[in-house]
């Protein structure tokens, strides 16, 4: 444990529709333990309608901040005094900080999948698909442009990634046409796969470059299809945990200025067999 002054009783907060099985508890109150500080962190279901209340309290008091998660990341946007490079290019906020009374929204999917990437020794650069075009899709897109990778974006609704690449750079590519031998870094930022260890964003897996590298963002189930066709394919495979827990440090940090370890909220994502039943995202 890191030498770390005691602070008085400093408090975070999910903001969700469901929230009930939030796995962010788990995380920030092992990092607030590890920190040593006096703080929690505790999920709370805030329908939609509710959340310009939930916000201004938040104004009100002095905690720390929020995460946001379904179905708030966009609509919070409105409702905050400043909102971060990344968090307005993607248009969708997951962190908001709290300072002296004004409200900052920030985005830390987007360095937080970077991060998981780094740790899974992804290429640097090179061609990328990125399965998807909602808000995760919205992250994945933006971080690779932003560390010079060449981004295809593949959708089920082919319309909406000609307009995720006409937005945040890239092209959007059909799967049947896609130039698939030269792909090193494949991401799932779909919900295929979610709860669903049949369902794949890809019904033929495509042959990929054979140093790729295959990520999907989705990490319940552990093993989704495309990872176990991935590895069948001789492809190294990573899940979403990594991200999950990266996203989480970055938003910890900027709350409270102290980079725990990711190795914390990874810990804490991995309890005693049972006591993640019916937990969820994220
Ligand atoms: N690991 C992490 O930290 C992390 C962080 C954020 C999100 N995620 C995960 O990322 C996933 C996407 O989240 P999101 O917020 O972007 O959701 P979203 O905004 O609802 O977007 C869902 C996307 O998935 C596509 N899709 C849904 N079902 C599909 C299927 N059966 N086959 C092919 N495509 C399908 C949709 O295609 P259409 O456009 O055709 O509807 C859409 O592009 C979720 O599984 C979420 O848990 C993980």
Do not use: C
Not at 108 to 117: M, N
Request: net charge negative.
């Amino acid at each position: 444990m890191p030498d770390h002054p005691q602070t008085p009783a400093q408090h975070a907060f999910l903001f969700a529709d469901p929230a009930a099985h939030s796995l962010s508890p788990l995380m920030h109150r092992a990092a607030f333990a590890y920190a040593g500080i006096d703080g929690d962190y505790a999920a709370r279901r805030v329908l939609a309608p509710d959340l310009p209340d939930a916000v201004a309290g938040l104004r009100a008091s002095g905690i720390l901040g929020a995460n946001l998660s379904l179905p708030h990341k966009e609509s919070v946007l409105a409702l905050l005094d400043e909102l971060t490079p990344a968090a307005r290019a993607i248009g969708a906020v997951n962190t908001i900080v709290h300072k002296g009374g004004r409200l900052h929204g920030d985005n830390t999917d987007a360095p937080g999948f970077l991060a998981a990437l780094a740790d899974a020794e992804a290429p640097k650069g090179g061609l990328s698909v990125v399965l998807g075009a909602g808000g995760a899709a919205r992250a994945a897109v933006y971080a690779l442009k932003q560390a010079g990778h060449e981004v295809l974006i593949v959708n089920r609704t082919h319309a909406r990634a000609q307009a995720l690449a006409a937005e945040l750079g890239g092209r959007a590519a059909w799967p049947e046409t896609a130039p698939w031998s030269a792909v090193t870094l494949l991401v799932n930022a779909s919900s295929a796969g979610l709860d669903a260890p049949e369902d794949s964003p890809l019904s033929v897996f495509p042959p990929l470059d054979p140093s790729a590298l295959v990520y999907d963002m989705v990490y319940r189930p552990a093993e989704t299809r495309l990872l176990r066709d991935a590895r069948a394919a001789g492809l190294r495979t990573q899940n979403g945990l990594g991200m999950l827990a990266h996203q989480a440090r970055l938003a910890f940090a900027a709350w409270t200025g102290v980079d725990v370890p990711v190795s914390v909220f990874l810990e804490a994502l991995n309890p005693p067999a049972g006591d993640l039943a019916g937990a969820a995202a994220p």
